[in-house]
């Protein structure tokens, strides 16, 4: 017991306290996925609106004075769904397993917070601190297992679907919940056998290294574009969205393993649906897609050029705003010589979004001006390369995950532009894609892979 407290002793003071400060802030993380539930909601309505050439959500608004009535590109009617969920009465079916029952929508949910736990958010942090050199790894938990870590705890989903279709006692969710089960097995296998060729070429299974490989060499998705295509789709296929949400087949099975559940157990279910969605694309953008390495320029110089590489941001920063607000002025300009009758409540409405959108305006500009003049960090020389100070470090991270979200972000499009595109698959048709083609071809593809590795590498 002694030698396990001074073991745990000498961990705590071989650290400083700047190190635990940013290892204890790197927990604030793990709610990124509840943030893209905030997102994807919403984009998921207007996405569905744009694709079937209707409105979005457009009812639900809060008052401010002089700008009025105020939707927020629907967000306030997302907001009033919500907290209706949360209010509504919980109804447990009769002969239900109820504490199974009141568990399984948890499950998805909870999980959520542990997947981010193995992400590499942005690049290891090694910068000096008085007299000393701190290096603080990008993710949690930096293991080297991360890979399999990761589809080990995410995979773990599965059993909430499982367990709400059975401990319901109705038919309807109890097939939904053994086709998850069927299309989880079936297409994880996938998964991993499409990953399994990018891991061969990096020699690594730790999430870092295969992100730092991609830097230094090409994105996964040149090095291995079949893999990715197969990846993406199983990925898909692995979140049950449509066309292969055959374990919710609203036609011949009502809503699958949820058919019973109602209020926030529903509600649960539906974010860790978002959720996942999220991580998955995460996942992709970090696999395949560079991760957290900014296009074009490796770690090393955008930390020896910080002063530009803020410039840059904020000037891309500025021009989304501007972006944002051409959309609003056009949209202005095409109510006004509209017939509609409430054209005067929207464009008082806009007033607010073009205010908002010129401040941030004005303040990217601002700070591309102050990084571009004020902003040269010196460095130190440790074992031959140049080590600079935490606020390079803090600056570099930053830059890092804003990065990695941007890429997700689109990602999360191609899940909200493929659901509201192709028609539901049948349920053979699923597992005859699942088996029959993606399998072999992700085992032609690490086939050839590991001859084309072997014949380059002399090995």
């Known amino acids: 017991m002694e030698f396990i407290t001074n073991a745990v002793m000498e961990v705590v003071n071989s650290k400083t306290w700047i190190e635990w400060l940013i290892t204890i802030a790197k927990f604030a993380l793990c709610f990124v996925p509840v943030c893209y539930i905030l997102l ?27 700008f009025g009535k105020i939707r927020a590109l629907g967000y306030i009617q997302n907001m009033c769904d919500g907290t209706k969920l949360f209010f ?53 938990i930096d293991s080297d297992v991360g890979v399999l870590l990761l589809f080990g705890i995410s995979s773990l989903s599965a059993y909430g679907a499982v367990l709400a279709g059975w401990a319901s006692k109705s038919k309807f969710a109890y097939l939904g919940s053994l ?24 020699g690594s299974f730790n999430l870092t290294d295969i992100v730092n490989w991609q830097e230094h060499h090409v994105w996964g998705i040149v090095a291995q574009p079949v893999a990715f295509i197969c990846f993406l789709i199983a990925t898909i296929a692995e979140t049950g969205r449509a066309p292969f949400d055959v374990a919710e087949g609203e036609p011949e099975l009502v809503a699958g393993y949820h058919t019973e559940y109602g209020a926030m157990q529903f509600g649960f279910f539906y974010m860790g649906e978002y959720a996942h969605i999220g991580i998955c694309s995460l996942l992709i953008s970090t696999l395949f897609l560079g991760g957290y390495a900014v296009p074009f320029v490796t770690t ?19 021009f989304l ?6 959309m609003i002025y056009r949209y202005s300009r095409k109510l006004a010589a509209s017939k509609q009758s409430n054209k005067a409540v929207i464009l008082q409405e806009y007033k607010l979004y073009k205010l908002v959108a010129w401040v941030a305006t004005l303040v990217f500009v601002a700070g591309a001006i102050a990084s571009y003049m004020f902003v040269n960090p010196g460095s130190t020389i440790v074992n031959g390369a140049p080590v600079y ?8 991270a930053v830059i890092h995950l804003l990065v990695l979200l941007a890429k997700s972000v689109i990602f999360c499009w191609v899940w909200i532009w493929v659901r509201w595109t192709l ?30 590795a072997k014949l380059v590498g002399g090995n």
């Open 300 to 318: 090393e110089t955008m930390q020896a050029n910080m002063g530009i590489t803020l410039t840059a941001l904020c000037g891309v920063l500025a």
């Open 40 to 66: 994807l909601i919403p984009m998921e309505r207007r996405g569905a609106g744009f694709m079937q050439d209707r409105q979005g959500p457009n009812r639900s608004y809060i008052k401010i004075p002089y």
């Open 321 to 326: 705003a501007l972006a944002f607000l051409h």
């Open 423 to 452: 028609p539901r698959f049948r349920y053979d048709h699923v597992m005859h894609l699942g088996w029959k083609i993606i399998l072999n071809i992700a085992l032609l593809n690490l086939v050839v892979t590991a001859i084309i």
């Open 179 to 202: 086709r998850t089960t069927a299309m989880t097995v079936s297409y994880e296998v996938c998964q991993g056998l499409c990953l399994m060729g990018l891991l061969l070429l990096v």
């Open 88 to 140: 509504k009465e919980l109804h447990t079916p009769t002969g239900a397993n109820k504490i199974i029952y009141n568990l399984a929508p948890i499950i998805p949910f909870a999980l959520t917070f542990l997947v981010p736990c193995v992400m590499p958010w942005f690049g290891t942090m090694t910068f000096t601190f008085g007299d000393s050199v701190v290096s603080i790894p990008g993710s949690i």
């Open 389 to 396: 100070g935490i606020g390079v470090a803090l600056g570099t």
